[in-house]
């Protein structure tokens, strides 16, 4: 079964700025996918197909407005999976997390989890730009230590989400469609 993935993707030049730190840090993680804010996790559909989702969040961001969001700092998961992240300011983290709201109350019972852990509530959504995930410990303290004085800041107007598609048993991430906002 085809899995799906919905993000927010930022602009082609700050996608390169992030690739950097990718390339340089990322040599863990094993899916292949261009920089992203992931809105809604893994899933697969549940009674409805491709083109019904699509239709779905068409509807779901008809009542959203393009957005400028800030990524400025690097913050960490520290769960055993190990993730280094550029996390977005305060007013970016609301707006993201609107956007997020919106396609939930749309998908919920239309679609199922890939991962089990994965909780789709608003307090648990804690939205991000990966660097690098899977980290080994005995790496990670270095990482985090080379990661700290990063003055990085990634400023992008947000106008669509894009749902993206891994095929079974790839782990490339192909681009299904780019939705946009309304206005």
């Not at 990322?26 to 920089?35: A, E, L, N, Q, S």
């Not at 007013?91 to 609107?98: A, K, P, T």
Request: hydrophobic fraction near 35%.
């Amino acid at each position: 079964m085809n899995s799906y993935l919905i993000t927010i993707d930022p602009p082609k030049n700050i996608s390169g700025r992030i690739d950097i730190y990718r390339k340089k840090y990322g040599k863990f993680t094993t899916y292949k996918i261009p920089p992203h804010v992931t809105i809604f996790p893994p899933f697969y559909l549940n009674r409805v197909s491709e083109k019904e989702i699509l239709e779905l969040l068409r509807i779901s961001l008809l009542n959203l407005s393009k957005v400028s969001l800030t990524f400025d700092s690097v913050k960490y998961f520290e769960n055993g999976n190990n993730v280094a992240f550029f996390a977005p300011d305060k007013n970016s983290d609301v707006l993201i997390r609107q956007i997020f709201l919106n396609i939930l109350k749309d998908l919920r019972n239309k679609v199922k989890d890939v991962y089990d852990e994965y909780k789709m509530t608003v307090e648990d959504f804690d939205p991000h730009l990966t660097i690098a995930e899977k980290i080994p410990d005995s790496e990670f303290k270095k990482i985090k230590n080379e990661l700290k004085n990063i003055e990085e800041s990634f400023v992008f107007n947000c106008n669509s989400v894009c749902l993206y598609k891994q095929e079974v048993k790839s782990r490339i991430w192909n681009k299904v469609k780019e939705i946009k906002f309304n206005s």
